[in-house]
């Protein structure tokens, strides 16, 4: 009888440590998972500002701007073929304010 209480005993003590490794394992892995998607959101949203910055026209500015504390005198150009297309009809009719930001970008 003794014998099987310690038997019972080591295993329920295995079992414990194995279910705390696997718990632990598995927080790790979605700790790991959360902190891909933030830097992920992080690069979408470099991707966005980007492109705004493009479309609005800002793009040159800033980057010859920086460029210029570098010492790098060649500006920089966005051709138009690199630009945005024109917005859809369905933004520029419940955006009022888009033809005042950018008329050039609005379908004709």
């Known amino acids: 009888m003794k014998s099987m209480k310690k038997s019972t005993i080591i295993i329920i003590v295995v079992v414990a440590i194995l279910a705390i490794w696997g718990v632990s394992g598995y927080n790790g892995l979605v700790t790991m998972d959360e ?25 040159e500015e800033i980057v010859n701007k920086h460029l210029g504390k570098l010492g790098i005198s060649k500006p920089t150009t966005v ?9 859809p009809q369905n ?13 050039s970008r609005l379908p004709k």
């Open 91 to 103: 933004d520029a009719q419940l955006n009022v304010n888009m033809a005042n930001e950018n008329p």
């Open 35 to 59: 902190n891909v998607s933030g830097q992920w959101s992080n690069v979408e949203t470099q991707y966005q500002r980007r492109a705004d910055l493009i479309r609005f026209g800002k793009y």
């Open 79 to 87: 051709t138009p073929d690199l630009r945005y297309f024109p917005y």
